[in-house]
């Protein structure tokens, strides 16, 4: 028999929190982020390396996240960690029996459950995102540390659908050497966008 946490009636709860989005497509907008422990992909440049190891995270009731989150906002992002290796079946399920809209960030290195308004996909290098996870993206967000993160970016815009939504983000420790070559990507190709993770320089979560 399952558990409740192999079933997805609780999941390692690291963090959730009401605040500005802060990057992509939907910056500038209010949300209620639903922050998921767990995750093995392992960037090395991770700047919440604490919620790798979902042990370290309660297993938390989604009827309790879901009351919490229905307080704060009609948008809610679940993100990591990788909340896929979760089943986010449940959670996307009662988040929309109270109208709530559902939004994930997500590697795509395991299979896409749960029901989702938005899929922001941010592919990496160490565990690419299953064939599958490509159509349905809305977004495809790449972190650019170095020059060949460009030529990454454009092995996984290729795969996503013609109305997905092209973004390079600075890696945040190297955002003074990184920007610099995406400024000058994303005037040699426009079909990209500038993400910034603008939450920092406003200084709030």
């Known amino acids: 028999m399952k558990s409740a946490l192999d079933q997805g009636l609780v999941v390692p709860l690291m963090e959730a929190f009401y605040t500005i989005q802060g990057e992509g497509y939907h910056k500038g907008t209010a949300a209620y982020f639903v922050r998921i422990g ?45 909340p896929l290796m979760w089943d986010m079946n449940p959670l996307t399920k009662s988040l929309k029996e109270v109208g709530l809209q559902t ?3 997500t590697s795509g290195a395991y299979p896409l459950t749960g029901h989702w308004d938005w899929v922001c996909l941010s592919p990496k290098k160490r565990m690419l995102p299953l064939p599958e996870i490509y159509a349905q993206a809305h977004e495809l967000k790449v972190i650019v540390y170095n020059q060949s993160d460009l030529d990454f970016a454009e092995e996984q ?15 945040w420790s190297r955002r003074d050497s990184a920007m610099p070559l995406i400024v000058d990507y994303v005037m040699k190709h426009p079909q990209w966008k500038v993400s910034l993770q603008t939450h920092k320089y406003l200084n709030i979560p």
Request: proline content about 5%; aromatic content about 4%; charged content about 25%.
């Open 38 to 82: 767990g995750c093995d992909v392992g960037c090395h440049w991770c700047d919440v390396k604490e919620s790798w190891d979902a042990e370290k995270h309660p297993p938390t009731s989604i009827k309790t996240i879901v009351s919490q989150a229905k307080k704060h906002s009609d948008t809610i992002v679940v993100t990591g960690g990788e």
């Open 103 to 105: 939004h994930i960030e």
């Open 157 to 171: 815009a290729v795969k996503v659908g013609a109305k997905c939504k092209l973004f390079l983000q600075p890696e």
